[in-house]
């Protein structure tokens, strides 16, 4: 019994000791997370919350709003040109996305290589990424410039016709398309580059060995291997795509008429602008849905997928 | 083990007691613009590089002028200005002096974010404004601010291309100003002899620049705003008049296609790069345009139509409400108007000046002061009526009215009818609001 007791009472000890130790692990997790936290929650979920809180306002950018409920979501739900930037906003996505990533996939595929000069290359494609979206969109005015671009001359003396890139709405969309792809195919680049360094070249040897060919090689071993890679670049560029603001305003300032306004560019008219802030961070928060939504479906459809093997 | 927990928590203690202290240091981003001192006053801006010269040089003279009194200067880009400025009023950190163009000053002065300097100046001060700028820094009677300069748009045309067309004569007086037809006849002409990527003229309407395209209904002797400045009053024929009019530049290739309200390409770089043979241009564009344009030109004055009309450029300079020495930002804003400061400072910058006593004066600007009478004309042009609906606290929304419904009746094809009705029912809800 008092074997059995003092088993016990080691045991309990032992418990004790456990739970405490537990606790000082929990207590020195949180610590390390604290000042994140913190940072997270002052810049980032406090403006969220407030922003929330202004959609269900009517403001003149100044003092406070008059609650006014749901009425800039129903207005939203009325407003043809939040339509028109929510299809475009949808449509970039659906372009960049793939593209910037296939793309990048293929690029980094060609620089893992044994390409001569890759390092220049490499820089080459990234050099872009460095410079920020204003400089890049103002790099794309002078080379879409309707008259006097860079590459609408090129186009006329190679005897083709000039592209109304400022003033035709789907060539306008292209330029954004294109100026944006030179600005986001590096960091693909760079991300597929990272992800098949680490892929182990016994896998390719294997596959050589199997009879497999260079597109085999690809699409049975490279693609998957790469699944990891794949999956945060498609979170980060749909959120990207999502949030594009910088290159739409300096290139065409979301004309002509509508035809490259994105839900961006549209909350920052009708905030800074029009001063219409409720409305503005009403079209903040169906953007934060949105992206939510889509970020939990890319998790819940991606678990499958993303594991190499 | 117990050593490993002990020195986790004191790291985890660290770098909570770190991010702490860093969020404290973080305070001094919200450190208030308004200066602390008895005399002292912040004051921001944005600026070409002469002009911030003449607003250092004016400070320099205030504080010499009033021992102990401090300006501190902030300088921003005008592409963050008014948002910054928002921020700082709805924070309560802002300067105590900011300047302003006159489309956002009534945004201001409606909603009780300036100093109503009427307590603080003398009665005297505003009649040594001209009309129409004293008019456009007023809200309900009351002085918010001190127009500082002006500038309007007046053209400038290319010789050898006016000459190549057989144009020999341009207006030299405001009153033999072209009229609306004969400056459709010159833009024809042009058109007939210019090759095909080349066009007539450019308008200067891009990015916030819309609010020039008033010039043209003010010209057709219209108005957007009725006298109570809530009613819309552009359905009219004036307000069919100027749409009609202008609207069809595009079709007929007298303006670039690429030169709507929403294009990222000025009509000052379409004129420089020899696009267009003629530009609406500020003055403060005649540095630039002696720099840049690879050809002789000259200027004549805007075309005019029932009346002659031009757009209320220029900026003014105002107080805050909260400031906490008013007595001393008055101070500062009537020094900076004073005959003397204000000559310099537009002569240094290429602006024109606002008081009655140097409209008549010559500017020699550094560049092209030859052209500056045009300007100073075609300033006059601006009525006082012009320059109260443009004040306005609604006026940044209707801008957005102007630019998204003028955009789709020059390049979407909109007619005259919806687009006054659209552009109506625009001002109706920005006033309401």
Known sequence: ?309 | MTMDLNRRQLLGLAGTLGGVAALSGCAGFSRPDTATGADELTFTTWGSDSELLGFEQAIAAFEESNPGAKVTLNVVPFAQMFENIDAQLQSGTAPDIFRVDYDNLGVYSGRGQLLDLGPYIDDAVGNQFTDQMWRAVQFDGAPYGVPHHTDTSTILYNKDAFAAAGITAVPDTLESAWTWEEFDQVATTLRGQLSDDRYPFAYNWQASGVTRWLSWLFQADGRFLADDLMTPAIDSAAGRAAVDFTKGFFPRRLVPENSSVKSSTFASDIFFSETSTMTFAGAFLLPDAAKLAPFEWGATFSPRNKRGGGDLGGNALVATSETTKPELAAEFLTFMTREETMFNFCVGASLLPTLKSLVGEDLPFAERGDLATYFVQQASNVRPDDAAQIASPAMAAINTVLSDELEQAFIGGQSTDDTIANITAGITEATSR
Do not use: C
């Open chain 1, 1 to 309: 019994m008092s074997a059995v007791a003092g088993a016990g009472t080691r045991s309990g000890r032992a418990s004790r000791t456990g739970r405490r130790r537990r606790h000082s692990e929990t207590l020195a997790g949180y610590s390390f997370l604290a000042p994140n936290l913190i940072i997270l929650g002052l810049f980032l979920f406090i403006p969220v919350g407030w922003a929330a809180g202004i959609s269900l306002q009517s403001t003149n950018g100044f003092g406070s709003g008059d609650f006014i409920g749901f009425e800039n979501f129903a207005r939203l739900a009325r407003d043809p040109i939040f339509w028109q930037s929510a299809f475009n906003t949808a449509l970039f996505t659906a372009l960049i996305v793939p593209l910037s990533m296939g793309l990048g996939l293929g690029l980094a595929v060609l620089m893992n290589s044994v390409l001569p000069a890759r390092g220049l290359f490499r820089t080459i494609i990234v050099l872009p990424m460095v410079i920020s979206g204003v400089a890049t969109a103002l790099v794309g005015v002078l080379i879409f410039d309707q008259n006097n671009g860079v590459l609408n001359k090129l186009l006329k003396a190679s005897g083709l016709g000039a592209i109304p890139w400022q003033s035709g709405g789907a060539a306008a969309f292209a330029s954004v398309v294109l100026v944006t792809l030179w600005w986001r195919v590096g960091f693909n680049m760079i991300i597929y580059l990272a992800g098949l360094q680490g892929v182990e070249p016994e896998l390719y040897e294997s596959a050589r060995i199997d009879g497999a060919s260079s597109w085999k090689q690809f699409r049975y071993v490279t693609v998957p291997m790469v699944g990891p890679s794949t999956f945060f670049l498609l979170v980060m560029n749909v959120i990207y795509s999502f949030q594009v603001f910088d290159i739409v305003y300096v290139l065409t300032n979301g004309g002509p008429g509508y035809s490259t306004s994105v839900l961006v560019t549209y909350a920052y008219q009708n905030g800074f602008v029009t001063r219409d802030q409720g409305y503005a961070a009403a079209i903040g928060i169906v953007l934060l849905i949105l992206t939510l939504a889509f970020t939990a479906l890319q998790w819940r459809f991606s678990r499958t997928r993303d594991q190499v093997g």
